[in-house]
């Protein structure tokens, strides 16, 4: 069975630019949620999606957004970047939601000039 | 201005040995627990979980440990072995809410 996919795995934007990542959960995973991982503050939780709804949230600003599609897979977009959102953005998938059995995907490493 | 980085706790074993990560957590409600292994460049990789109402789990090579009174869970690894070099993380989860502790790094002597 496939790992969770994620792409693009690395990313250069500029500040002020947007950015859309893109994650493939495991077959038959409905619950896809997103960490964003830096140095300074370790793994922080952004948001999880099932069945296409928005289901938790974490404390990030309005810039950060996301959606789900029917076949699971899930897009997170940051719009208007800073510098603070270099990061690696991990996306991982259960079946039965967030906290359950995650299986992360290999990241996608974004760098803002 | 300088950015300051989480200060990883490390712990260095030789090949052959056990070794013992800790994690402290946070939220008594918690009721599921994760640990992770994160290897450079990799995004993190499911090891072994424990729920609340147990006390301890084994696997492969892995066990897990906890102990609600303090809120404290560790990993040991038995016949520590270099490809087990990674950064080792544990994760709570209350209600889907998942908070993840900051690792510490197990490097392995040969």
Redesign the interface.
């Known amino acids: 069975k496939a790992g ?1 996919t994620q792409t693009p795995r690395y990313l250069i934007k500029t500040r002020g630019q947007q950015v859309t990542l893109s994650c493939s959960p495991i077959s038959g995973h409905r619950s896809v ?1 997103w ?1 964003q991982q830096t ?7 952004l948001f ?1 999606y099932f069945s296409e709804t928005q ?2 949230k974490g404390n990030f600003p309005g810039r950060f957004s996301g959606r789900q599609f029917s076949n699971s897979r899930s897009e997170m977009n940051v719009s208007t970047l800073e510098l603070g959102d270099s990061a690696l953005y ?1 996306c ?1 998938s259960t079946k039965e ?11 996608t490493r974004l760098l803002v000039l | 201005g300088e ?4 200060h990883l706790p490390t712990l260095s074993v030789q090949e052959g040995d056990n070794s013992i990560i800790n994690c402290a957590y946070s939220n008594s409600a918690s009721d ?1 627990f ?1 640990w ?1 292994k994160q290897e450079s ?6 090891i072994i ?1 424990i729920r609340s109402n147990m006390d301890k789990r084994q696997g492969q090579r892995v066990t897990v440990l906890l102990n609600k009174t303090v809120k404290h869970l560790s990993l040991q690894i038995a016949a520590t072995q270099p490809g087990d070099s990674a950064v080792y ?1 544990c ?1 709570e ?2 209600n ?8 510490t790094r197990l490097t392995v002597k040969p």
């Open positions: 969770v949620s960490y140095p300074g503050q370790g793994l922080q939780f999880e289901r938790n991990l991982a939601g967030a906290g359950r059995s995650q299986y992360f995907g290999p990241g | 950015s300051v980085g989480l599921y994760i992770y460049g990799k995004g993190p990789q499911f979980d993380f994760a989860n209350n889907n809410d998942m908070r993840f502790g900051a690792g």
